[in-house]
T-cell receptor, first 115, second 113 residues
Framework: GAVVSQHPSWVICKSGTSVKIECRSLDFQATTMFWYRQFPKQSLMLMATSNEGSKATYEQGVEKDKFLINHASLTLSTLTVTSAHPEDSSFYIC???????????FGQGTRLTVV | DQQVKQNSPSLSVQEGRISILNCDYTNSMFDYFLWYKKYPAEGPTFLISISSIKDKNEDGRFTVFLNKSAKHLSLHIVPSQPGDSAVYFCAASAQTGANNLFFGTGTRLTVIP
Protein backbone atom coordinates (compact mmCIF):
# COMPACT_ATOMS: atom_id res chain seq x y z
CA GLY A 1 0.00 0.00 0.00
CA ALA A 2 0.85 3.64 -0.21
CA VAL A 3 2.92 5.20 2.56
CA VAL A 4 1.81 8.15 4.64
CA SER A 5 4.20 9.58 7.19
CA GLN A 6 3.07 11.72 10.09
CA HIS A 7 5.41 13.75 12.26
CA PRO A 8 5.92 14.04 15.16
CA SER A 9 4.62 10.79 16.60
CA TRP A 10 4.21 12.43 19.98
CA VAL A 11 4.50 15.94 21.37
CA ILE A 12 4.10 17.60 24.74
CA CYS A 13 3.46 21.31 24.79
CA LYS A 14 2.55 23.98 27.30
CA SER A 15 -0.93 25.38 27.45
CA GLY A 16 -1.28 28.43 25.23
CA THR A 17 1.37 27.43 22.71
CA SER A 18 0.82 26.20 19.16
CA VAL A 19 1.78 22.83 17.75
CA LYS A 20 2.21 21.85 14.11
CA ILE A 21 1.70 18.29 12.89
CA GLU A 22 2.86 17.25 9.43
CA CYS A 23 1.37 14.62 7.17
CA ARG A 24 3.31 13.52 4.10
CA SER A 25 2.51 11.10 1.32
CA LEU A 26 5.84 9.50 0.50
CA ASP A 27 5.19 7.60 -2.70
CA PHE A 28 2.10 9.11 -4.24
CA GLN A 29 0.41 12.42 -4.84
CA ALA A 30 -2.28 13.01 -2.26
CA THR A 31 -5.00 15.08 -3.84
CA THR A 32 -7.06 14.79 -0.68
CA MET A 33 -5.96 14.59 2.92
CA PHE A 34 -8.09 14.01 5.99
CA TRP A 35 -7.47 14.85 9.62
CA TYR A 36 -9.01 12.76 12.38
CA ARG A 37 -9.02 12.93 16.12
CA GLN A 38 -9.43 10.01 18.48
CA PHE A 39 -10.26 10.25 22.16
CA PRO A 40 -9.55 7.23 24.38
CA LYS A 41 -11.91 4.34 23.74
CA GLN A 42 -13.77 6.31 21.10
CA SER A 43 -13.92 6.10 17.35
CA LEU A 44 -11.97 8.22 14.92
CA MET A 45 -13.77 11.48 14.26
CA LEU A 46 -13.18 13.35 11.03
CA MET A 47 -12.11 16.92 11.73
CA ALA A 48 -11.51 18.28 8.26
CA THR A 49 -10.82 17.44 4.65
CA SER A 50 -8.26 19.29 2.61
CA ASN A 51 -7.70 19.31 -1.12
CA GLU A 52 -4.40 20.49 -2.48
CA GLY A 53 -4.39 24.19 -3.17
CA SER A 54 -7.76 24.97 -1.65
CA LYS A 55 -9.15 25.73 1.77
CA ALA A 56 -9.96 22.87 4.07
CA THR A 57 -13.53 21.82 4.72
CA TYR A 58 -14.21 21.48 8.42
CA GLU A 59 -16.73 19.19 10.04
CA GLN A 60 -19.44 20.64 12.20
CA GLY A 61 -18.20 21.55 15.65
CA VAL A 62 -14.53 21.83 14.66
CA GLU A 63 -13.10 25.32 15.14
CA LYS A 64 -11.29 26.31 11.97
CA ASP A 65 -9.42 29.11 13.73
CA LYS A 66 -8.11 26.71 16.31
CA PHE A 67 -7.19 23.86 14.02
CA LEU A 68 -5.43 25.41 11.05
CA ILE A 69 -4.99 23.11 8.08
CA ASN A 70 -2.71 23.81 5.16
CA HIS A 71 -2.41 21.56 2.11
CA ALA A 72 0.12 23.50 0.08
CA SER A 73 1.46 20.65 -2.03
CA LEU A 74 0.40 17.23 -3.29
CA THR A 75 2.57 15.53 -0.70
CA LEU A 76 2.19 17.64 2.42
CA SER A 77 -0.61 18.76 4.70
CA THR A 78 -0.15 20.36 8.10
CA LEU A 79 -2.44 20.69 11.08
CA THR A 80 -1.61 23.46 13.54
CA VAL A 81 -3.32 23.40 16.92
CA THR A 82 -3.27 27.03 17.99
CA SER A 83 -3.32 28.17 21.60
CA ALA A 84 -3.50 24.59 22.76
CA HIS A 85 -5.33 23.69 25.96
CA PRO A 86 -5.35 20.47 27.98
CA GLU A 87 -8.69 19.47 26.44
CA ASP A 88 -6.96 19.41 23.05
CA SER A 89 -4.85 16.50 24.25
CA SER A 90 -5.71 13.64 21.95
CA PHE A 91 -4.47 11.33 19.24
CA TYR A 92 -4.49 13.06 15.86
CA ILE A 93 -4.30 10.99 12.67
CA CYS A 94 -4.09 12.03 9.05
CA UNK A 95 -4.97 10.01 6.00
CA UNK A 96 -4.32 10.66 2.34
CA UNK A 97 -5.90 9.58 -0.90
CA UNK A 98 -4.73 9.83 -4.48
CA UNK A 99 -6.83 10.98 -7.40
CA UNK A 100 -9.62 8.50 -8.08
CA UNK A 101 -8.67 6.20 -5.24
CA UNK A 102 -11.33 4.53 -3.14
CA UNK A 103 -9.15 3.89 -0.10
CA UNK A 104 -7.21 6.35 1.96
CA UNK A 105 -4.00 5.46 3.77
CA PHE A 106 -3.30 6.56 7.29
CA GLY A 107 -0.30 8.08 8.96
CA GLN A 108 0.93 6.64 12.23
CA GLY A 109 -0.75 9.32 14.30
CA THR A 110 0.45 11.99 16.71
CA ARG A 111 -0.16 11.84 20.45
CA LEU A 112 -0.56 15.43 21.64
CA THR A 113 -0.39 16.16 25.35
CA VAL A 114 -0.99 19.70 26.51
CA VAL A 115 0.18 20.45 30.03
CA ASP B 1 -25.09 9.76 17.39
CA GLN B 2 -22.97 6.72 16.63
CA GLN B 3 -23.90 5.58 13.13
CA VAL B 4 -21.44 2.71 13.14
CA LYS B 5 -21.33 0.49 16.18
CA GLN B 6 -19.03 -2.23 17.34
CA ASN B 7 -20.70 -3.57 20.43
CA SER B 8 -17.90 -5.86 21.52
CA PRO B 9 -14.98 -3.85 22.87
CA SER B 10 -12.80 -6.93 23.10
CA LEU B 11 -12.51 -10.47 21.84
CA SER B 12 -10.11 -13.28 22.73
CA VAL B 13 -9.55 -16.21 20.43
CA GLN B 14 -7.25 -19.19 20.47
CA GLU B 15 -4.57 -19.32 17.78
CA GLY B 16 -5.76 -21.27 14.75
CA ARG B 17 -9.42 -20.66 15.47
CA ILE B 18 -11.75 -18.27 13.71
CA SER B 19 -12.12 -14.67 14.86
CA ILE B 20 -15.42 -12.99 14.09
CA LEU B 21 -15.70 -9.26 14.57
CA ASN B 22 -19.09 -7.66 14.22
CA CYS B 23 -20.26 -4.23 13.17
CA ASP B 24 -23.71 -2.69 12.90
CA TYR B 25 -24.75 0.50 11.21
CA THR B 26 -27.86 2.63 11.23
CA ASN B 27 -27.60 4.77 8.10
CA SER B 28 -29.23 3.03 5.13
CA MET B 29 -27.36 5.38 2.80
CA PHE B 30 -24.05 3.72 3.60
CA ASP B 31 -22.91 1.73 0.60
CA TYR B 32 -19.22 1.18 1.16
CA PHE B 33 -17.66 -0.50 4.15
CA LEU B 34 -14.08 -0.94 5.27
CA TRP B 35 -12.17 -2.71 8.00
CA TYR B 36 -9.00 -1.25 9.47
CA LYS B 37 -6.47 -2.76 11.84
CA LYS B 38 -4.71 -0.58 14.36
CA TYR B 39 -1.76 -1.20 16.62
CA PRO B 40 -1.15 1.02 19.66
CA ALA B 41 0.28 4.46 18.83
CA GLU B 42 -0.03 3.79 15.11
CA GLY B 43 -2.48 4.86 12.45
CA PRO B 44 -5.06 2.40 11.11
CA THR B 45 -4.06 0.08 8.30
CA PHE B 46 -6.58 -0.77 5.64
CA LEU B 47 -7.52 -4.45 5.63
CA ILE B 48 -10.46 -5.14 3.38
CA SER B 49 -13.54 -3.42 1.99
CA ILE B 50 -16.88 -4.31 0.51
CA SER B 51 -19.42 -2.37 -1.49
CA SER B 52 -23.14 -2.76 -0.99
CA ILE B 53 -23.58 -4.59 -4.29
CA LYS B 54 -21.78 -7.58 -2.81
CA ASP B 55 -22.44 -9.66 0.27
CA LYS B 56 -19.01 -11.18 0.61
CA ASN B 57 -15.43 -10.24 -0.12
CA GLU B 58 -12.47 -12.44 0.58
CA ASP B 59 -8.76 -11.67 0.76
CA GLY B 60 -6.56 -14.45 2.07
CA ARG B 61 -7.41 -15.15 5.69
CA PHE B 62 -9.80 -12.21 5.84
CA THR B 63 -13.42 -12.32 4.71
CA VAL B 64 -16.00 -9.60 5.14
CA PHE B 65 -19.70 -10.41 5.04
CA LEU B 66 -22.39 -7.81 4.51
CA ASN B 67 -26.06 -8.25 5.42
CA LYS B 68 -27.76 -5.15 4.11
CA SER B 69 -31.21 -6.01 5.41
CA ALA B 70 -29.83 -6.37 8.92
CA LYS B 71 -27.41 -3.46 8.47
CA HIS B 72 -24.71 -5.71 9.75
CA LEU B 73 -21.24 -6.65 8.61
CA SER B 74 -18.67 -8.97 10.02
CA LEU B 75 -14.99 -9.67 9.56
CA HIS B 76 -13.83 -13.26 9.72
CA ILE B 77 -10.19 -14.08 10.26
CA VAL B 78 -9.25 -17.69 9.81
CA PRO B 79 -6.99 -19.09 11.01
CA SER B 80 -6.26 -16.48 13.64
CA GLN B 81 -2.62 -15.74 14.37
CA PRO B 82 -0.98 -13.98 17.34
CA GLY B 83 0.11 -11.19 14.96
CA ASP B 84 -3.55 -10.44 14.34
CA SER B 85 -3.83 -9.08 17.87
CA ALA B 86 -4.81 -5.43 17.42
CA VAL B 87 -7.80 -3.13 17.49
CA TYR B 88 -10.10 -3.52 14.51
CA PHE B 89 -12.27 -0.67 13.30
CA CYS B 90 -15.09 -0.92 10.84
CA ALA B 91 -15.93 2.16 8.84
CA ALA B 92 -18.67 3.15 6.43
CA SER B 93 -19.34 5.84 3.90
CA ALA B 94 -22.38 6.91 1.92
CA GLN B 95 -20.42 7.01 -1.30
CA THR B 96 -17.40 5.07 -2.44
CA GLY B 97 -14.37 7.24 -1.87
CA ALA B 98 -16.42 9.85 -0.04
CA ASN B 99 -14.69 12.11 2.38
CA ASN B 100 -16.55 11.23 5.49
CA LEU B 101 -15.81 7.80 6.82
CA PHE B 102 -17.82 6.95 9.90
CA PHE B 103 -15.85 4.74 12.24
CA GLY B 104 -16.97 2.31 14.90
CA THR B 105 -15.36 2.41 18.33
CA GLY B 106 -13.20 -0.61 17.63
CA THR B 107 -12.83 -4.15 18.93
CA ARG B 108 -9.61 -5.25 20.56
CA LEU B 109 -8.73 -8.73 19.32
CA THR B 110 -6.34 -10.85 21.30
CA VAL B 111 -5.17 -14.08 19.73
CA ILE B 112 -3.83 -16.42 22.37
CA PRO B 113 -0.91 -18.61 21.29
Amino acid sequence: GAVVSQHPSWVICKSGTSVKIECRSLDFQATTMFWYRQFPKQSLMLMATSNEGSKATYEQGVEKDKFLINHASLTLSTLTVTSAHPEDSSFYICSARGQGWTEAFFGQGTRLTVV
Amino acid sequence: DQQVKQNSPSLSVQEGRISILNCDYTNSMFDYFLWYKKYPAEGPTFLISISSIKDKNEDGRFTVFLNKSAKHLSLHIVPSQPGDSAVYFCAASAQTGANNLFFGTGTRLTVIP
